[in-house]
Each structure stands twice: as C-alpha cells, then as structure tokens.
C-alpha cells in the first residue's frame, strides 16, 4: 500500500498493554480537535473528537486529553491490539472556518 | 456503493504531462478537499470546495487546478506534472463547517509517480 511516512515518531507497544500517543497542536483559537488513524494503503480514518471547552473524551477503548494551557493533545488506547497498528494524526480546527491542520502523525506498532 | 472513491489508485506519468485525478462522493457531502501526503510530513491542503463552483486554494495549490461542476465530484489536474509532484493524494469529503459536521471522511488515495 502506500507508504504513509518512514520517518515518523514511533512508538512500539505490547500487546495488551495501553498507549498513549501525543500531539502538539499550533493553533490557540482552534477549538475542535479529531484524532484520525491511517492503516497502510488507506486514507486517514475518524476515532474520536473533543471540543475545546472540554479535557477528556471517552470512547470505546480510546481516551482524548487535551490540555489547552500547553496546547497538548493526547490518544490513549486501552489493551492495545494487532489492528491498532497504524499512523495516527491529531487535527485540529478553527470552527469559525472549517480547514483542518494535521499533525505529521505517530507510528504506532503493536508486538504479539 | 456509497463513500468516497478515488481513480486512479495508481498512476504513473512523465514530467510536463497533465494528469487528473478523479474524486466522486455519494453522500451529496457540501465540502470538499485535496490534500498530498509526502514522507515525513502530515497532509497538506492542496485546495478545497464549499460547494458546488465554489472552490478556494490551501497550503499549496501551485501547479495544480481544480474543478466542481457538480457536488459529487471534484476532480484535481496537475497540468504539467513535475517530480516534486510524485506524492500520494487524498481526497477528502465532510457534511458542513461547525463541530462534529467538520469529520472529513477519506478516499483511499491516489499514488502518483512523476519520471
């Protein structure tokens, strides 16, 4: 498939264990913020958005922090599977206009 | 079927070749986008669409023209490709601006190779 990115940060996990994968984010009037995951040969898929006015987000065995004073943004997957193996973006949003700025993205590789 | 579905996946051309890449979406979807994704680097916005003949540039819109004569589709031209060009290409769809309207939804890409 195609090549997402060979230089990446890249963070190797065991199956089973939790990640956590972070994002800086530049803008401070961006007010919407979506982690996406991207598997090789496919485009950037949707997993779970915060709104700024909050700090945590739960999903099904995903958690979004964001921590708006150092304009930090964080993923953390529960027990870590095979399928979780792929690039992850944080983007980020200016609602008063609708473009989203990605991140450079995480590899994230999970052991057996 | 109904998504967002990209042609070619694969495509392979010469330098100070034109070259489009097609993006059709079902879901009747007002915006629309363009982006490229290089190694190392994030995607980029090449230009985007509110709406039907409406369209805006991005980032980096030099050397690349794009078309919306109708809502689905949203067509991107290189019209004289260059090897800086060789990328992978995304095209992208999302119901409207504000909060959760914002999710873009993916094709699955186009690669391009530029001799």
């Known amino acids: 498939g195609e090549s997402v990115g060979l230089h990446l940060p890249t963070l190797s996990v065991q199956e089973g264990d939790n990640s956590i994968i972070n994002c800086a984010y530049s803008?401070?009037?961006?007010?919407?913020f979506i982690w996406y995951k991207q598997e090789s040969g496919k485009g950037p898929q949707f997993i779970i958005d915060i709104r700024s006015n909050m700090d945590k987000r739960q999903g099904q065995r995903v958690t979004v922090l964001l921590n708006k004073t150092v304009k930090h943004l964080s993923l953390q997957i529960a027990a870590t599977q095979p399928g979780d193996s792929a690039v992850y973006f944080c983007a980020e949003i200016n609602t008063g206009g609708f473009k989203t700025i990605f991140g450079a993205g995480t590899r994230l590789f999970v052991k057996a | 079927d109904a998504g967002i579905t990209q042609s070619p996946r694969y495509k392979i051309t010469e330098t100070g070749r034109q070259v489009t890449l097609m993006c059709h979406q079902t879901w009747s979807h007002s915006y629309m986008f363009w982006y490229r994704q290089d190694l190392g680097h994030g995607l980029r916005l090449i230009y985007y669409s509110a709406a039907a003949d409406i369209t805006d540039k991005g980032e980096v819109p030099d050397g690349y023209v794009v078309s919306r004569s109708k809502t689905e589709n949203f067509p991107l031209t290189l019209e004289s490709a260059t090897r800086s060009q060789t990328s992978v290409y995304f095209c992208?769809?999302?119901?409207?601006?504000?909060?959760?309207?914002?999710?873009?939804?993916f094709g699955p890409g186009t690669r391009l190779t530029v001799l």
């Open positions: 803008n401070s009037a961006s007010d919407y």
């Open positions: 992208a769809s999302s119901e409207g601006s504000g909060g959760s309207y914002n999710e873009q939804f």
